[in-house]
């Protein structure tokens, strides 16, 4: 349901152009609307953030919700930190429900991870042997928005170490069948053994990617492969090594490497010309509503301020499928009162927020 004639006047983002913007019917336009209420002037206009990797419906101590009203709060924290679309990389718990929900982000899923039997957090994936993935890959594909989400490593307790999950021929055949039900693949990966079959079997993005070489990070950029480097997560990376040292010395190891390296990664990998976008993990670990935190340590990586900014914003809008500020498009949008491109840290400060055309923050 869309809310009343609206206007905002402002510099429009990723233009920069100061414009006068109406809101009917719940779309842009740049046409004015007798009688619009005016509910901005001056500010920047940002296209609605975007968090392209969060969880809803993990819980931060660990297991899934089993009320929606904790999962509905999630989503609203995302909404008032900016974010008015959310790629959801994997939840057991099912949000349809929520879609309509004038108050909520638009939630872009890809059904549950698919893992390796005992090779993932308990509880949150759907767990199956390599002869099963791309009947379980279809599966997923089917239930999602759009995208499946595969696990490409997690630690083997056999070798004590990262190790991938599936069979490079099992990877491709899989990936091939989530493209025939036209959905996109990503996987998770921290190290790097796994990488190599997921590139080349052509994955539409990856997730982490701590383990990305230069030559790996070459083919992606030919290939157009995204990367969604979760830097706030990457964060806990040293507290995972020394939890699981003391049984695990050599991926305790791994994981300290790849945290020192990770910045560098995601240097090279913008650099190169892979499509970096912003995602924060959030679910599990990591705190709903930290995109501007994840929008910083990108920029603090090696990417300059107005692509991190897009890499949050309108660059992974049009990922995803959604629009920007443009003629005839839904209004999402947030109004911050300096410019964001010059000081980052404006986006923990959003001063309003529209959301399907509707006035919530």
Known sequence: MSGPALHLAGVVLPEGEHRDVWVRDGRFTFEPVPGAETV????????????????????????????????RAQALTERDAGVLA?????????????DDDPELPAIIRAGRHIARTRRYIPGLGIEIEPEDLVEQTRVQARRGD???KLVGDWIDRAVGDLAPEWPADVVAAAI?????????????????????????????????????????????????????????NVENFPGFAQAGEKRFPTYASTMRRLYANSGAVVRAAYEAGVPVFAGTD????????????????????????????????????????????????????????????????????????ILRGRVVA
């Not at 959801?88 to 429900?97: E, L």
């Not at 052509?202 to 383990?211: F, L, N, V, Y």
């Not at 049009?318 to 500020?325: C, T």
């Open 40 to 71: 901005s002037r001056g500010g920047w206009l940002i296209p609605g953030l975007v968090d392209a990797h969060c969880h809803v419906g993990i819980l931060r101590g660990g297991g899934h919700a089993e009320d929606l009203a904790e999962v």
């Open 146 to 148: 759009g995208w499946v």
């Open 282 to 353: 959030a679910g599990g670990g990591i705190d709903h509503g930290v995109i501007a935190d994840e929008i910083r340590a990108l920029c603090e990586a090696g990417i300059p301020a107005e692509a991190a900014l897009a890499a949050g914003s309108w660059k992974a809008r049009e990922w995803l499928g959604l629009r920007g500020i443009e003629e005839g498009a839904q209004a999402d949008v947030v109004v911050y009162e300096t410019d964001p491109r010059a000081e980052l840290d404006t986006l923990q400060r959003p001063q309003r927020t």
């Open 176 to 232: 091939a069948a989530a493209h025939e039900e036209g959905a996109r693949v990503t996987a998770h990966t921290f190290g790097t053994d796994a990488l190599p079959a997921l590139i080349e079997a052509g994955i539409d993005c990856i997730e982490h990617g701590t383990g990305l070489t230069e030559d790996l990070i070459g083919e992606m950029a030919r290939r157009g492969t995204a990367v969604v480097p979760t830097l706030v």
């Open 86 to 98: 959310l790629r959801d990389c994997g939840s057991p718990v099912d949000t349809r429900s929520l």
